[in-house]
C-alpha cells in the first residue's frame, strides 16, 4: 500500500502492483528475463517482446519504479504546485492584486500530483505489459542457478537475463536518525500535511529540489551541506544562482556542517550538528534525507548466477553491459553512475542490442562510451548539463575555449521575468567543436535537449550560429553563445585586411 489509501493511490496501485495478479505459468526457456520492472527493465521488456522476444518481467514491488512512484513524476507535480504558489505571491509585478487571506491548500496540491502519477501509471501497468505479450510475474525474483531465476515458486529458464532492480535512498549513519524517523524520497511524496519546520540533510538534487519546494510551500526549511555550497557536482557559478534563489525564497543553508545526533522529542526531532566548530541544535517535524543512492543488490541470488556485484557500486558490468555472466546483462540505477531515468532508457537498448543481436548477427555491439547524457535539476531556476565541465575537460588534456552569454541580455527572458541564468558552452580550442554545454534557465532542462543533439550528430557552434531561431524565445540565448563564438574567430588580422579591402572599393 501506498499512503494514503484514497482512490488515486488505489488506481496506482491496481495498475502497478495488482492485488489479484495470477502469475502466469513458464513454458519453455525464454528469450529474455528481466528482474525489475522499473524504467530500464520495462524498456528492455517492451522493445524485446516487440521484436518477438519471448520475454519474462518480473517485479517484486511497484512497476514504473522510482521515476513513477517516488522520483521524477511525484517530484515534478510537487515542484510545479510550489512555482504557482510563488507566481501567485509574486503576481502583483503583472498587475495582479491578490486579496489577504487567500487560501494555500497543501493537502490538495498533493492530491492534484497523486491524481496525474495514477493517470501516467496506466503506461506501467502490468495488465498493459501484458498485453504487449510480455509474461509478467508479481514477486521476489532471485537466481537460481547460472541460467534460471526463480519467483513465487516457479522456475524460469533463459537464454539472456537482465538485472534491472534500480537503487533506493541511501541513509547516512547519524547516531537516533532511524529512531526518531526521517522521511526519504520514498516517503516525502505521502505527506498530505505540510511540516511547519523540516530540516533537510544533503544539498544535491533531491535535498535542493525539495528544500526549495517545501520552503515556498511554508515550511521553515534548513538545508544541511557538508562543503560550502549546494550542488557541489555541478558548475559553480551555476550553482551559484540556484543558490541566490533558495536564499530568497527563505531557505536557510547551513554549509560546512555535520549531523552528529537526531533525537526525538515528542512528536518534534532535535537536529544536532557542528558548524564551524561549534555545536548547535535545531528543532523540526520532519527530517528529509537526500544523500544519494544505494544499488539493490540483495536478495538476488547473484552469488548463485556468478555474477559479481559491490554493495556500494551495483552490479559490475562492461562497457556493453554484460556482468561477469556471459548471457547476463545490468542496466539503470544498478550498474551505472548516472542515475537518471533517460540514461536507464538508453542504457536498456544497449542490452537489447547486445543481448539479443550479437555481433555474429551483424548488428554490431553497443558500448556506454558512445552515450552523451544530459541531465537537469528542477529547481528554479533549473540547471541543465551535458558533456565535459571545463575542469573535466582540461583532466583529460582538452584545451577549451568558454563561452557564456547571461539571459539578462536576452528579450524573452527579460519579458517573462526570468533573466536569472546563463547559458555556457566549452569548446575544443580552435575548433567550434562542443564538448559540454551548462544552462541556468526556467527551463534549461528543455533548452539542453540541442546541445545535446549537437554534440550527437557532431555538428558545432558554427552550424548552430547559422541557424534562424523565431523572436523572440529564452533559447535564443544559445544562438547567442555561438555567436560569441563567432565574434571569437574574427581575429586582428582579418579586421585589418577587411578594411583595407573597403577602402580599395570606395
Known amino acids: 500500500m501506498i499512503f494514503p489509501n484514497d482512490e488515486y493511490n488505489q488506481i496506482l496501485m491496481n495498475n502497478v502492483h495488482p492485488s489479484g495478479w495470477v502469475n502466469p505459468t513458464p513454458s519453455g ?65 503583472f498587475g495582479v492584486n491578490i486579496p489577504d487571506g487567500v487560501k494555500y491548500d497543501f493537502g490538495k496540491a498533493m492530491d492534484r500530483m497523486r491524481r496525474l502519477r495514477s493517470r501516467i501509471s496506466h503506461g506501467d501497468s502490468a495488465q498493459r505489459y501484458q498485453n504487449m505479450g510480455v509474461d509478467v510475474f508479481i514477486g521476489e525474483g532471485r537466481f ?38 526521517y522521511l526519504t524520497n520514498e516517503t516525502i511524496f505521502n505527506l498530505t500535511e505540510l511540516p511547519a519546520r523540516m530540516a533537510v540533510i544533503g544539498a544535491g538534487p533531491i535535498g535542493c529540489e525539495m528544500a526549495q519546494s517545501f520552503c515556498r510551500f511554508g515550511s521553515q526549511v534548513s538545508l544541511f551541506e557538508l562543503t560550502d555550497h549546494i550542488l557541489p557536482r555541478e558548475d559553480a557559478e551555476a550553482a551559484q544562482w540556484v543558490q541566490e534563489q ?62 559479481e556485484y559491490d554493495l556500494r557500486k551495483g552490479v559490475k558490468v562492461n562497457d556493453k553491459l554484460k556482468t561477469t555472466h556471459p548471457r547476463i546483462y545490468a542496466a539503470g540505477d544498478i550498474c551505472f553512475p548516472y542515475k537518471f531515468t533517460h540514461t536507464a532508457d538508453a542504457l536498456a537498448q544497449i542490452v537489447i542490442q547486445n543481448a539479443l543481436f550479437p555481433h555474429p548477427l551483424g548488428l554490431g555491439y553497443a558500448s556506454t562510451h558512445s552515450l552523451i547524457i544530459p541531465w537537469c535539476t528542477f529547481t528554479e531556476p533549473e540547471i541543465a548539463h551535458v558533456g565535459l565541465y571545463q575542469g573535466e575537460a582540461e583532466g583529460k588534456g582538452i584545451d577549451v575555449e568558454t563561452f557564456t552569454f547571461g539571459l539578462e541580455e536576452v528579450d524573452r527572458a527579460i519579458l517573462d521575468g526570468e533573466e536569472d541564468g546563463f547559458a555556457r558552452v566549452h569548446v575544443k580550442k580552435g575548433t567550434d567543436k562542443i564538448v559540454g554545454a ?41 544562438k547567442k553563445v555561438a555567436n560569441l563564438w563567432r565574434k571569437s574567430t574574427f581575429t586582428q588580422g582579418k579586421k585589418k585586411f577587411l578594411k583595407r579591402m573597403f577602402s580599395w572599393t570606395r
Open 29 to 93: 526457456k525464454y528469450n529474455m528475463v528481466v528482474i525489475g520492472a522499473g524504467t530500464a527493465g520495462l524498456v528492455t521488456a517492451a522493445i524485446s517482446a516487440g521484436l518477438g522476444a519471448k520475454v519474462a518481467l518480473i517485479e517484486r514491488h511497484l512497476m514504473g519504479g522510482d521515476c513513477l512512484n517516488v522520483g521524477c513524476v511525484p517530484s515534478k507535480g510537487v515542484i510545479r504546485a510550489a512555482r504557482v504558489w510563488t507566481d501567485v505571491k509574486n503576481s502583483d509585478q
Open 144 to 181: 537460481s542457478g547460472p541460467e534460471t531465476v526463480e519467483v513465487e515458486g516457479k522456475v524460469l529458464k533463459f537464454s539472456r537475463a537482465a538485472i534491472c532492480t534500480g537503487a533506493r535512498a541511501a541513509a547516512p549513519p547519524i547516531p537516533g536518525l532511524s529512531e526518531a524517523g
Open 246 to 307: 533558495m536564499k530568497l525564497d527563505g531557505v536557510c543553508l547551513i554549509f560546512r556542517s555535520k549531523v552528529i545526533r537526531i533525537e526525538a522529542r515528542g512528536k518534534e526531532k532535535v537536529v544536532q550538528y557542528e558548524v564551524h566548530g561549534n555545536q548547535k541544535e535545531l528543532v523540526v517535524d520532519e527530517i528529509l534525507v537526500g544523500i544519494g543512492r544505494t544499488p539493490n543488490v540483495e536478495g538476488l541470488g547473484l552469488e548463485k548466477a556468478g555474477v
Open 438 to 478: 551548462t544552462i541556468v534557465a526556467s527551463h534549461a532542462g528543455d533548452m539542453i535537449n540541442e546541445i545535446t543533439l549537437a554534440m550527437k550528430a557532431g555538428v558545432g557552434l558554427a552550424t548552430i550560429g547559422g541557424t534562424i531561431y523565431p523572436y523572440p524565445t529564452q533559447a535564443e540565448v544559445i
